[in-house]
């Protein structure tokens, strides 16, 4: 049985996903979800999942990015994560230690990736004038949002979309896209998912 730890800074909606995926004969379970928010309300929601959880305060490392992951670090290796899923986790993780865990680090991004990278996705899309925005499943490398693409799944730019209204709409994209990648990531097949 695989083992997966997920990284929060919200609300979890996506790790509730996963979470409620990794049932029956699914290959992997979660094994940990750990925040750099200790008010993240996903790590209640984890609780009530019966998940351990585990809160490193970014805030308490002041600039000192290393010494964060570190400490997140050394909690990440005793869950002995096979994977490791970034759910809404908001810290940019350095080289080092994306090198750490490379090739097993995966993240879910509301945009179509390549395009827009970053913050504030859905401004973006409707800025542009986009027919059609959506949400990426990437492996994570060191350059921000812009890993091996392992998934996407696109919604249709409606009249009268605002940035509101249309994440809404790319959410509930992708807490069907995170569970389908994983599943097949786990089981060592990097193929593609498009929905
Ligand atoms: C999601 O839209 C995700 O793509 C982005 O942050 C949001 C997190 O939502 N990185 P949640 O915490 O999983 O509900």
Sequence with gaps: MK???I???GGGSNMVALAASMKGDHPARPVLVASNEPSASGLGRAQMLGLPVVAVDHRAFGKDRAAFEDALAAHLLLARPDVICLAGFMRILTPRFVERFRGRMLNIHPSLLP??????????ALAAGDAEAGCTV???????DDGPILGQAKVPVAAGDTPETLAARVLAREHLLYPAVLRRFVQGDRTPVFL
């Design 138 to 144: 990437h492996e994570v490398t060191p350059a921000l």
């Design 3 to 5: 083992r997966v730890a």
């Design 7 to 9: 990284l929060i800074s």
């Design 115 to 124: 395009r827009y990278p970053g913050l504030h996705t859905h401004a973006r």
